[in-house]
């Protein structure tokens, strides 16, 4: 097991199932991510005899940079885990930060039609630390602090919910990577009840949902998730999410020429969404060769924006970073292992 799929307390329970004492953990913590040892020896005020059964315990490095790629403002990293599956990140320079991308599955079960990722069937889900790492070998290569996090790389969080909520609460410590909930995005498909679960999970992290159709028979052509958990539904549970949490979702939108970005849909879009505290994020389309959708021309998404912008509805077009290096969403996997 990764020393890096432990939060706080489970490092505590550790500590005191072997006899040692309680503090260990927050010292530990510290060597791993304020110090960033790569070796349990270099763990100098623990004792040596406790160090030595750390190392027989845990590993400490579980994932490599196989290739880092880099344009203006992003870096897109192809990880390689100990069974030899491969992952990616991307690393995203904003005014506010830098933020990362990560991914939380090796392949997907989610099946949307547009998605390169889902096009490789779930292989499994990743480990805690195998998120945690993502950040950390990111930051090593890049020399740069993660301000913001997204979930939103390869796979579907919520189908590995307790492994997303262990690496919110490692990378959100003060004595872990200490970055601020308010920093932290979970992007879902929309499991319905994980989102009704997620309501009563206690930290202020962003939560945003991948919509990309306004009505079921649309969502349902390119969303295979949505013939289990209908708009009706979908729509319930982010309302009862917003009650219990008191915050604003996102409603994430691609913009597929002729599928989903005529004036009618923007319309049905305003209608579905009317008093919900949210914000929408229309996305350019990245094309990608396997598939035949198309992104919509900008004139279209513009369009598009002012409608949902006349009636109130708080919209950005997502900032695009990454297209010339197949930055888009299970790009780069697929080309090194061509599938
Ligand atoms: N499974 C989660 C998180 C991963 S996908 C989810 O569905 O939200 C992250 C986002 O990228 C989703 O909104 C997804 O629909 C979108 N996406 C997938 N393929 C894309 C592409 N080729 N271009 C633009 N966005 C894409």
């Not at 021309?297 to 009636?311: E, G, Q, R, S, W």
Request: hydrophobic share 35%.
């Amino acid at each position: 097991m990764s020393i890096y799929d432990l939060t706080i307390d489970e490092l505590t329970e550790y500590f005191l199932k072997i006899g040692e004492k309680k503090y260990y953990a927050k010292e530990l913590f510290s060597w791993l991510y304020n110090k960033r040892i790569t070796s349990f020896s270099d763990a100098t005020n623990i004792k040596k005899e406790t160090r030595e059964r750390l190392s027989k315990d845990f590993t400490i490095s579980n994932i490599e940079i196989v290739t880092v790629e880099k344009a203006k403002d992003v870096r897109k990293y192809l990880f390689k885990l100990r069974d030899g599956e491969h992952i990616e990140a991307v690393l995203m320079n904003h005014d506010y930060g830098n933020s990362l991308c990560i991914s939380s599955q090796v392949g997907c079960n989610m099946g949307c039609k547009f998605c390169e990722s889902g096009r490789r069937k779930k292989v499994r889900n990743l480990a805690t630390g195998e998120m945690v790492e993502q950040i950390l070998k990111v930051e090593n290569e890049s020399d740069l602090r993660i301000s913001h996090v997204v979930i939103m790389g390869i796979g579907e969080p919520f189908d590995n919910y307790d492994n997303i909520c262990n690496f919110i609460r490692i990378i959100n410590h003060l004595k872990g990577l200490n970055i601020g909930a308010r920093h932290i995005t979970v992007s879902t498909c929309g499991l319905v009840p994980k989102i009704l679960e997620f309501s009563e999970f206690p930290y202020q992290v962003n939560l945003a949902i991948s919509l990309h159709a306004p009505n079921d028979k649309l969502r349902g052509e390119i969303m295979p998730i949505a013939k289990a958990y209908p708009l009706k539904d979908l729509i319930n549970a982010i309302k009862i999410y917003l009650e219990k949490t008191n915050r604003r979702v996102t409603f994430e939108y691609i913009m597929l020429a002729g599928v989903n970005d005529s004036v009618d849909n923007a319309l049905e879009l305003v209608h579905l969404l009317k008093g919900i505290n949210c914000y929408v994020n229309l996305i350019p389309y990245n094309e990608t060769e396997a598939l035949q959708y198309k992104r919509s021309n900008p004139l279209t998404i513009a369009k598009f924006y002012d409608i949902l912008k006349k009636n109130n509805i708080t919209v950005t077009i997502r900032r695009e970073f990454g297209g010339t290096i197949s930055a888009a969403c299970g790009q780069l996997r697929s080309k090194k292992e061509e599938i």
